[in-house]
């Protein structure tokens, strides 16, 4: 296993457009993240799961934004109806339990135009 | 008042020097992560701590629980060291983390 993966690395999309980002989180891993990060800022939380259950959304994933893992492996983020707004990098990450280390994926890096 | 406060926030020296790359806190945590960023946005964990020091390669992190600070420190600095480093904190209620601002560290030849 070599980490979390992400695909596409990069994508862009035209305004309006439906985008779908997939994470293959760390195959014993039951915890998986997402999270956003606009230029120069840190990392934003967006939704968590353990297994497949979605347990937590921030208020910055607007009804716009879906996220599924639906055999608590692998992940995929949609954002339908996309807006210039939704350009930055989408970050994985997963990890085994709570307190341990989260392990992160290289990013979807999303361009709308 | 930020809850995690990284200092300094640009940072440039010389190969081979010694660097320290501070984070304080103001939130009871369950553990603290220094993470690795370079320019292609790549996010890669460094350590994580919930008590006093650990070691990899040229890397040491330290944190001081009574006093809500972690240093990470960087031995003899190489130039593929240039990145920016995130100190980020999980809460002691939930498993959000919560970021630092990020120092940006750029090694010359």
């Known amino acids: 296993d070599t980490g979390v993966s992400q695909n596409p690395r990069h994508k862009i999309t035209k305004r309006g457009q439906n985008v779908t980002f997939r994470c293959d989180p760390i195959?014993?891993?039951?915890?998986l993240y997402w999270y956003r990060q606009t230029l120069g800022q840190g990392p934003e939380f967006l939704t968590y799961?353990?297994?497949?259950?979605?347990?937590?959304k921030s208020r910055l994933l607007s009804d716009r934004f879906s996220a599924e893992r639906p055999k608590g492996s692998f992940s995929t983020l949609e954002i339908q109806r996309t807006e210039q707004g939704d350009s930055a990098m989408y970050l994985c990450?997963?990890?085994?339990?709570?307190?341990?280390?989260?392990?992160f994926g290289q990013g979807t890096r999303l361009t709308v135009v | 008042k930020n809850e995690v406060e990284q200092s300094p926030q640009n940072l440039t020296a010389q190969e081979g020097e010694f660097i320290t790359i501070n984070c304080s806190y103001s939130?009871?945590?369950?553990?603290l992560h220094w993470l690795q960023q370079h320019p292609g946005g790549g996010i890669v964990s460094l350590f994580m701590?919930?008590?006093?020091?650990k070691k990899h390669g040229r890397l040491i992190a330290t944190i001081n629980i009574q006093e809500k600070h972690s240093s990470l420190h960087i031995t003899a600095s190489h130039p593929r060291d240039s990145a920016v480093y995130i100190c980020?904190?999980?809460?002691?209620?939930?498993?959000?983390?919560?970021w630092g601002a990020g120092t940006k560290l750029i090694i010359k030849p």
């Open positions: 990450a997963s990890s085994l339990k709570m307190n341990t280390e989260a392990f």
């Open positions: 195959s014993e891993h039951n915890r």
């Open positions: 799961f353990q297994n497949e259950a979605q347990l937590e």
């Open positions: 939130v009871g945590i369950s553990a």
């Open positions: 701590l919930s008590s006093g020091k």
């Open positions: 980020a904190v999980r809460l002691d209620s939930n498993y959000q983390l919560i």
